[in-house]
DNA sequence: GCCGATACCTGACTAAAGTCAGCTACATGA
DNA sequence: TCATGTAGCTGACTTTAGTCAGGTATCGGC
């Protein structure tokens, strides 16, 4: 079936990832290990806790100290008390001036290593290259992209509902006031009532929607929303697709949801997802369309 | 100047080379050292000469037969004197039935690492990922050919000439019989008298090109030919433009060539390049077109 | 002010990766 | 046939990467 796109993928693997993926190493590493190389030019000019170090380069605790100390030794970070925070345990690495110029170096051999593969090319080409590269890029993005249940009450789902709330007022041709709007409560997003996927990249938030189990009724869907940096990959649809695949799962057969005439690309998506237009069957202050979708079990 | 150009590449190399490089490894690794399964994985289910994995791979001679040892006491791999070369010295290295399973398993992991990327796409973004994929990759083949010069009796020039003769038989009207073309000896590809160039991509040659400097007359350019593997990727300009660097170079200040009527991809080459058609030089026996630009020093 | 959690650190360890010098057996050309 | 070179192998070694079990200081809640 699809064999060739599987086969496409892996010679894709093979040729650029690996090659490339090599190559970028060793220029970076200069001499030096490549862990170290690797921590130094994640620290930046600007410094950076510890524990975002650890995160954003998924080492053990025990190991990114002591990769920390060995930078101190050759004099080019210094690891000190946090000044932001008021935690006294969080410390920041920062950069001496020997760190900041090994770091332009870093830098400056990183440009190299993107222009020896630029330069061979002739400039339509080179533009070929890059506009495929960002395609590679955004659509790799769209498949990280990872969508779980998760409660309404954590910080990143409110960061979600938040932004969505800030979107369609600005969306809405009469802004949106949450207090005029039909509310939700966290409860009734929380199984057995139902349930709020997040949707996650690399563990930052990037989208959410939920859905309504309403006993002896259609269950609803709501606060489907996806941020601005991953829109138009498609995971808007895979969140729908999840949410209708939760109430199909718990024996509901039927699902709908209203929304508001200026979203029309969510509009056209329900269309696309073999949603149909219904009457109204709330009095949501801000809804102008209703929809159903019956569900194949 | 090209700024933007060289950043979208180093996002690139950031988030696709090494996020999905990383996994890769994971997959291939599966509890083996990652060395030994990239090994095994090499090896193939045709075997393959020691000598060939070291070029591969990349590795040290002593770090490499280690490894096969190790794969020998796992009971995955044998390896025996060569049957192909008469050469005593020349080892090969070949799978154990059990060493056909693991790579079966090796494959069917990449299929399925594969599968993984492409699995949370839409079916259009899938056919976009693999297109852009591929445009990638063809790109940065083309950007990591390296064109050289190379004395005319190496075997691999000898290549590129066999099939350069292959090609224009196959293409020319009346085909091409190289008793009937005006002959070019060796030493008139040899520096001072000319110069011949070899384009390679990982030491493979896949495309040629010669200049010869006569004296007191324009330098001519001969046997200019690219591999179908690469063509449309520009390595043909490219060839074009060392060539006449060569010729500028050394104090010549017009380069002029001939070229068969069916060559029509070359000769649209030739006129984008800034050649202008002649009056013919020669007595070539299959130019129908004869060509010159003056070089700007 | 105490208790359990948390952020970071240290010491002790292992496995993997890679390097280098020297060895043996075979090849090749004078 | 003899010198020189080459393919692959072995032993001895270093560096890098990474893990794990404690430690110490601090925090937040009671």
């Known amino acids: 079936m699809s064999h060739d796109l599987i086969a496409a993928v892996r010679r894709f693997n093979r040729t650029v990832t690996q090659r490339v993926g090599a190559l970028d190493d060793e220029y970076m590493a200069r001499g030096r290990p490549l862990a170290q190389a690797r921590l130094l030019w994640e620290i930046g000019p600007g410094g950076a806790e510890v524990a975002a170090l650890r995160g954003r380069l998924g080492l053990d605790s025990g190991y990114l100290s002591r990769l920390l100390r060995a930078l101190e030794n050759d004099g080019l970070v210094t690891v000190g008390p946090a000044d932001g925070t008021g935690d006294g345990r969080v410390r920041t690495a920062a950069l001496t001036p020997a760190g900041r110029t090994e770091w332009a170096e870093l830098d400056r051999r990183s440009d190299e ?29 769209a498949s990280m992209v990872v969508i779980a249940p998760c409660p309404p009450s954590d910080p990143r789902a409110r960061t979600c509902l938040r932004a969505y709330a800030r979107d369609v007022a600005r969306r809405f041709d009469d802004g949106f006031d949450p207090a005029l709007s039909n509310p939700v409560r966290d409860d009734e997003l929380v199984p057995p009532a139902g349930v709020f996927l997040l949707a996650t990249l690399n563990a930052e938030p990037v989208g959410c929607g939920a ?9 609803e869907i709501k ?53 149909r237009e219904i009457e109204p069957y709330n009095t949501e202050r801000y809804a102008d369309h209703w929809f159903e979708k019956r569900l194949v079990p």
Chains 1, 2 share one sequence.
């Open 113 to 141: 290593f993107a222009w020896s593969i630029l330069e061979p090319l002739a400039a339509p080409h080179r533009q070929r290259l890059v506009a495929a590269m960002a395609e590679v890029e955004r659509l790799l993005v």
């Open 211 to 219: 859905v309504k189990l309403h006993p002896d009724a259609p269950a």
């Open 223 to 275: 606060r489907v929303w996806v941020a601005d940096s991953v829109r138009g990959l498609g995971i808007g649809r895979r969140m729908l697709d999840e949410l209708e695949r939760y109430a199909a799962e718990r024996g509901w057969d039927t699902v709908r949801l209203d929304t508001n005439r200026t979203l029309t690309e969510a509009i056209a998506m329900y269309r696309a997802a073999g949603y």
